[in-house]
């Protein structure tokens, strides 16, 4: 099926291919070969994702669009302050071959002008046995994921009529900006120019940039994080020579055009395009290229300080306790007290993206929760994407904040922000994995706060304890003792397995158990935890089905076994304690179950 984003790149295409203005770049000669019909148009999504259209596999000289690469790497190699202080990020308002150095320091205005990459070129190390040329070349293919060769022939005539350039080169010696021969330096620039890319490239390399520096096909990182906010802003201001205001105001997007035609823009976190038609307009920026780009933002709201851009908050909702519990069942004092002060308890699930705007309205629901009782708040974060360092040092800020007034904030997450969320400073005890994790520990918390005692029963119990037996008499409780089978199981060892048939029931007196489901491919899930006082298994065997889930013990467990035969005859034998016992059963279940509606209706509010 065809997507509409490739139809609509083909009529934009259409739109301008017949379009014949401009001049294909001559002072290089080899450049005057170009084919003015060779038109191609690239969208690269920042995780790799790439449409294409025309002549987006036809390779041409990198030209200029090398210099906003090339000032990543200058910066990687001697660091921001040294780079700046020999070329500055002025607009020149100038032409890209302009001799404009500053007066009194001779400093090229910006990096993205000829004289400005050349003394960026000069800043490349050699390292590693590797030449300047063949850092530049590895880095450049680094970018657009793929090893990138250079046009010899181009090379040469560049090199034989490159005379313009040569003299820059040479001021920037007496200057002192370059501080050696520059022939070898403006040689490396013009291979670093010659060096042979596609449409597609251009897009990918703009993909790059726009998923902070990590290729989004090699998945390695190929510009450091730390500079692509610099790249991105000189191409934004200098990036199209003397119609950089221009291109700012109607495009919007940090952009580098070059002479065999290519232009390279990002949006900036999104995506990456690559337009190539070598005809260029005055500025020597290609012509239909600015086309191309101008529609693309209009069409598609691209331009990057348009606000609807704005990411949306992220709560994608918001619970309380009592309403959604942990998955165990709870004596019925315990599941009263959490529902009594559920609001004790906050659960806000967030979505998305995480960074400062997406964020800051939730640090305002949060402190909004906490002055309105508010002392154990949740975030679930097992819906959010991405999140950027700084949300995460926010969060780590806002729990240490609502910590001093008694607030304790929890983050459940599936494990893939732990160990940021550590270096930003949460302790590793406040993280968890599952939301049932983090439910049971801050209802155990609330429990010990508002009753002064763990709800678990530290010891085996009576009979009398065990809430199907509540309402036996002491005659009736010697009978069950006398009758059912008291049996024992280790850790680990189940009393129930799925599919079974159930002619058994078991009442807890001691010891923890674990009821899982086990789902497509294996994967076993917690849906309850029983502890002692608790009946297991009571669903099937009250309607005679197969068994729906194992049951695990957790710890050291003893039951009583209530078997199908026995309670059977009780209805001849002691029919009253028939009726007591299946009375205690029907409100165990009805009352979870209405339980599950209220969790229902409180994960499906939106
Ligand atoms: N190699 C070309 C030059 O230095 C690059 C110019 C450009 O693409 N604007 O003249």
């Known amino acids: 099926?065809?997507?509409?984003?490739?139809?609509?790149?083909?009529?934009?295409?259409?739109?301008?291919?017949?379009?014949?203005?401009?001049?294909?770049?001559?002072?290089?000669?080899?450049?005057?070969?170009?084919?003015?019909?060779?038109?191609?148009?690239?969208?690269?999504?920042?995780?790799?994702?790439?449409?294409?259209?025309?002549?987006?596999?036809?390779?041409?000289?990198?030209?200029?669009?090398?210099?906003?690469?090339?000032?990543?790497?200058?910066?990687?190699?001697?660091?921001?302050?040294?780079?700046?202080?020999?070329?500055?990020?002025?607009?020149?308002?100038?032409?890209?071959?302009?001799?404009?150095?500053?007066?009194?320091?001779?400093?090229?205005?910006?990096?993205?002008?000829?004289?400005?990459?050349?003394?960026?070129?000069?800043?490349?190390?050699?390292?590693?046995?590797?030449?300047?040329?063949?850092?530049?070349?590895?880095?450049?293919?680094?970018?657009?994921?793929?090893?990138?060769?250079?046009?010899?022939?181009?090379?040469?005539?560049?090199?034989?009529?490159?005379?313009?350039?040569?003299?820059?080169?040479?001021l920037l010696r007496n200057f002192g900006i370059?501080?050696?021969?520059?022939?070898?330096?403006l040689e490396t620039y013009f291979r670093q120019c010659s060096i042979r890319v596609t449409c597609r490239d251009l897009a990918l390399m703009g993909a790059t940039l726009a998923n902070q520096g990590v290729q989004p096909l090699t998945r390695q990182r190929a510009v450091s994080a730390q500079y692509v906010d610099n790249i991105l802003g000189v191409m934004a201001t200098c990036g199209m020579y003397d119609w950089s205001g221009e291109w700012i105001y109607r495009v919007g997007l940090p952009a580098k055009s070059g002479v065999g035609g290519?232009?390279?823009?990002?949006?900036?976190?999104?995506?990456?395009?690559?337009?190539?038609?070598?005809?260029?307009?005055?500025?020597?920026?290609?012509?239909?290229?600015?086309?191309?780009?101008?529609?693309?933002?209009?069409?598609?709201?691209?331009?990057?300080?348009?606000?609807?851009?704005?990411?949306r908050t992220s709560v994608r909702l918001s619970y309380q306790g009592g309403e959604?519990?942990?998955?165990?069942?709870?004596?019925?004092?315990?599941?009263?007290?959490?529902?009594?002060?559920?609001?004790?308890?906050?659960?806000?699930e967030l979505q998305g993206g995480l960074i400062f705007t997406t964020l800051e309205p939730v640090i305002r629901h949060a402190i909004r929760l906490s002055n309105a009782g508010c002392r154990h708040l949740i975030f679930d974060l097992r819906a959010v994407v991405t999140a950027n360092t700084v949300s995460l040092h926010l969060l780590a800020d806002l729990q240490k904040r609502l910590g001093t007034s008694g607030v304790e904030v929890v983050i459940c997450q599936p494990g893939s922000l732990t160990s940021r969320l550590m270096e930003a400073g949460v302790p590793s005890s406040s993280i968890f994995s599952t939301l049932d994790a983090a439910l049971e520990s801050c209802e155990d918390a609330l429990l010990v706060s508002v009753t002064?005692?763990?709800?678990?029963?530290?010891?085996?119990?009576?009979?009398?304890?065990?809430?199907?037996?509540?309402?036996?008499?002491?005659?009736?409780?010697?009978?069950?003792?006398?009758?059912?089978?008291?049996?024992?199981?280790?850790?680990?060892?189940?009393?129930?397995?799925?599919?079974?048939?159930?002619?058994?029931?078991?009442?807890?007196?001691?010891?923890?158990?674990?009821?899982?489901i086990t789902e497509e491919g294996g994967l076993k899930r917690r849906v309850d935890v029983l502890t002692a006082g608790m009946t297991a298994g009571e669903m099937a065997f009250l309607d005679n089905s197969p068994r729906s889930a194992d049951v695990m013990a957790l710890d050291k467990v003893t039951c009583l076994v209530v078997t199908r035969p026995w309670f059977t005859s009780l209805a001849d034998t002691l029919p009253h304690l028939k009726i007591k016992l299946l009375m205690s059963l029907i409100r165990e279940v009805s009352s979870r179950l209405r339980q599950a509606n209220v969790e229902i209706t409180a994960l499906q509010r939106s």
């Open 324 to 348: 959604v519990m942990a998955r165990r069942r709870l004596p019925s004092s315990a599941r009263e007290t959490l529902k009594t002060h559920g609001t004790q308890i906050q659960i806000l």
């Open 452 to 516: 002064g005692a763990a709800w678990r029963p530290a010891k085996a119990l009576d009979l009398r304890e065990c809430s199907v037996f509540q309402s036996c008499t002491n005659g009736e409780l010697q009978i069950l003792e006398k009758d059912l089978e008291k049996r024992t199981f280790s850790p680990g060892e189940f009393l129930i397995h799925t599919g079974e048939s159930s002619d058994e029931m078991f009442v807890l007196t001691e010891g923890n158990v674990e009821v899982q």
């Open 178 to 185: 370059l501080d050696e021969d520059p022939h070898e330096t």
């Open 262 to 311: 290519g232009i390279l823009a990002v949006l900036p976190g999104q995506l990456g395009i690559g337009v190539f038609s070598p005809p260029l307009d005055a500025q020597g920026n290609s012509l239909r290229g600015i086309k191309v780009c101008m529609d693309l933002a209009r069409e598609l709201s691209l331009h990057m300080m348009n606000p609807t851009a704005t990411p």
């Open 1 to 170: 099926m065809l997507s509409p984003i490739q139809e609509y790149l083909e009529h934009l295409h259409a739109r301008y291919a017949p379009l014949m203005d401009g001049t294909v770049a001559d002072y290089i000669p080899e450049l005057s070969k170009a084919n003015p019909h060779w038109f191609g148009i690239c969208i690269a999504t920042r995780d790799g994702h790439v449409y294409e259209v025309g002549d987006t596999r036809q390779p041409f000289t990198i030209q200029s669009i090398s210099k906003a690469l090339a000032y990543g790497l200058a910066l990687e190699d001697r660091g921001e302050e040294h780079v700046l202080k020999r070329i500055g990020v002025e607009p020149s308002g100038e032409a890209f071959n302009a001799i404009s150095l500053k007066e009194g320091t001779g400093a090229p205005f910006n990096p993205m002008i000829n004289a400005g990459a050349i003394a960026t070129c000069g800043q490349v190390l050699h390292k590693d046995t590797q030449s300047r040329f063949e850092r530049l070349q590895s880095y450049l293919s680094g970018i657009a994921g793929r090893d990138l060769d250079i046009d010899e022939v181009v090379y040469r005539s560049e090199s034989e009529t490159g005379h313009r350039n040569r003299a820059i080169g040479w």
